[in-house]
């Protein structure tokens, strides 16, 4: 896993050197997933950034965490927390609509009952952005988290690999 993510963050560099690194801008808010899992819905509240390095591409980070909890057959999974890196890409559809994705990779880490372990993910989000003004931007889109557990984890990975929705609203330039 550190070579993926030496890997997505050799290629961010190579898109900003390769793009010139004409800056428009830079965007950040305020993020709103559920998680449909086998055993319920999970509600996750985090938040992210990024730079706009031309009109069409974006670097960043975002970072979530669980507001409930979920009951699996290995036991109460009480909390969920990851975050890393993001690059993503957007086209103008119209004035004030834009579409396009983005891969999150990173870490996190999970409770389930009274053990902690650690994970990492890659999460590919499709999104479609709306500018209600100049500065402010709602989103909402669909994504799937691919986790990579210890081989000795307690919970199951497909406890983890989960589609979501995202629901955000974001401030800056995009």
Same mark, same amino acid.
């Given at each position: 896993?550190?070579?993926?993510?030496t890997?997505?963050?050799?290629?961010?560099?190579s898109?900003v050197?390769?793009?010139?690194?004409?800056?428009? $801008? /830079?965007? *950040?808010?305020?993020?709103?997933? !559920?998680?449909? =899992?086998?055993? #319920?819905?999970?509600?996750?509240? +985090?938040? %992210?950034?990024?730079?706009?390095?031309?009109?069409?591409?974006?670097? $960043? /980070?975002? *970072?979530?965490?669980?507001a409930n !909890?979920?009951? =699996?057959?290995? #036991?109460?999974?009480n909390?969920? +927390?990851? %975050?890393?890196?993001?690059?993503?890409?957007?086209?103008?559809?119209k004035?004030?609509?834009?579409?396009?994705?983005?891969?999150?990779?990173?870490s996190?880490?999970y409770?389930l009952?009274?053990?902690?372990?650690?994970?990492?993910f890659?999460?590919?989000n499709?999104?479609?952005?709306?500018?209600?003004?100049?500065?402010?931007?709602?989103?909402?889109?669909?994504?799937?988290?691919?986790?990579?557990?210890?081989?000795?984890?307690?919970?199951?990975?497909q406890?983890?690999?989960?589609?979501?929705?995202?629901?955000?609203?974001n401030?800056?330039?995009?």
């Amino acid at each position: 896993m550190k070579r993926l993510l030496t890997l997505t963050v050799l290629i961010c560099f190579s898109v900003v050197i390769a793009e010139k690194a004409k800056a428009q $801008g /830079g965007f *950040g808010g305020v993020h709103a997933n !559920s998680e449909f =899992t086998s055993h #319920g819905n999970l509600l996750m509240i +985090g938040g %992210g950034g990024a730079w706009v390095i031309n009109p069409n591409f974006y670097l $960043g /980070g975002a *970072g979530y965490g669980s507001a409930n !909890s979920v009951a =699996t057959p290995n #036991g109460e999974f009480n909390s969920l +927390g990851y %975050g890393g890196l993001m690059l993503g890409y957007f086209s103008e559809l119209k004035e004030s609509v834009r579409f396009g994705g983005d891969v999150l990779a990173g870490s996190g880490g999970y409770s389930l009952d009274d053990i902690s372990e650690s994970f990492y993910f890659l999460e590919p989000n499709i999104k479609v952005w709306y500018s209600i003004n100049h500065t402010m931007h709602l989103s909402a889109g669909v994504y799937y988290r691919i986790a990579y557990l210890n081989a000795d984890a307690n919970l199951n990975q497909q406890h983890l690999n989960n589609f979501g929705i995202k629901l955000s609203v974001n401030f800056g330039n995009l």
